[in-house]
């Protein structure tokens, strides 16, 4: 069992689509937001314990895990992280959260960017794992980032190009991802538990394919341009960065320096390992976050 007995699993219907989620724990509210290509089962090494000092409530993005997985809409909007912080914002005021503490990883900690933005009267503190700002990133386009990050320009090509590969071997290309990011001086087993890679492969179907390549075209899109219009309105909430000594991020940006432009009040560290910081060093990270989320 990778999440403790206390942990109810549940789904919250919103307009257009449902939200699943686990939610156990007691205290101020803490919002944990998985990456690509995982679910919220990112979180199973971290959330038991985290859950004796908060309420934690882990969801699963709209297009990932068992929550709903629309055809992506021609603007790629309903992809935008502009809704998919509006879907998170939704979630934990259902379940009676005005003000939470919010950590996000990969694709979660661009959710986490725009819930500082968009709704920063909610925020009481938040951390983001392994990324520098999307808008940084493409706009800094280089040999170097298109070939470490081949995925953002990959995973945006139309005419279903990359669902129509991903879909011929999905096993391989997300055991690929989980490989490649992470710190290959330690064996795949060692970081990842067999549960919780069943867990990403069973709900990396046709739709998933599909809605996690929506949620790629949207960031190079709508949600640029959403981060163009905002990109002199520095986030006031206390931010925590984390990212991987050994990974992508830590060897081409000084992500403190970077994240100093976008935000007022910014701390942070790296941890030894690579991108997938929740599993491959989840005493770490649990320690950085109660220090943090006092």
Not at 9 to 24: F, G, M, Q, S, V
Not at 81 to 100: H, S, V
Not at 162 to 173: A, D, F, L, R, V
Not at 176 to 192: C, G, M, Q, V, Y
């Amino acid at each position: 069992m990778l999440f403790s007995d206390i942990f109810k699993e549940d789904k919250l219907r919103l307009e257009d689509i449902t939200i699943n989620y686990k939610h156990a724990g007691v205290g101020k509210a803490l919002l944990l937001i998985h990456g690509y290509p995982q679910t919220h089962t990112m979180w199973h090494k971290v959330a038991n314990e985290l859950s004796k000092f908060y309420y934690v409530i882990c969801p699963d993005l709209r297009g990932y895990g068992d929550s709903s997985k629309p055809k992506g809409l021609e603007n790629h909007q309903n992809y935008s992280k502009k809704t998919m912080a509006k879907d998170m914002i939704e979630l934990m005021k259902y379940l009676g959260f005005d003000e939470f503490f919010v950590a996000g990883h990969d694709r979660g900690a661009r959710v986490t960017h725009r819930l500082c933005l968009d709704y920063p009267e909610n925020i009481l503190k938040a951390c983001v794992m392994d990324i520098a700002p999307t808008y940084h990133m493409f706009q800094n386009t280089d040999q170097n980032f298109a070939t470490g990050y081949y995925h953002w320009f990959f995973l945006i090509q139309p005419d279903k190009l990359p669902e129509t590969m991903i879909g011929q071997n999905p096993t391989y290309y997300l055991k690929e991802k989980l490989k490649r990011w992470s710190d290959k001086a330690i064996s795949f087993e060692n970081k990842f538990d067999k549960e919780a890679i069943k867990e990403y492969i069973r709900c990396f179907d046709k739709d998933s394919i599909h809605a996690t390549c929506e949620d790629y075209r949207a960031a190079a899109s709508i949600d640029m341009s959403d981060d163009e219009k905002d990109r002199y309105k520095k986030i006031d909430t206390p931010l925590l960065v984390l990212w991987g000594e050994k990974g992508f991020v830590n060897r081409t940006y000084e992500v403190l320096e970077v994240w100093k432009d976008y935000a007022i009040d910014v701390q942070g560290k790296t941890l030894k390992c690579g991108h997938f910081l929740p599993e491959e060093k989840p005493k770490e990270v649990i320690k950085e976050l109660k220090n943090f989320f006092l």
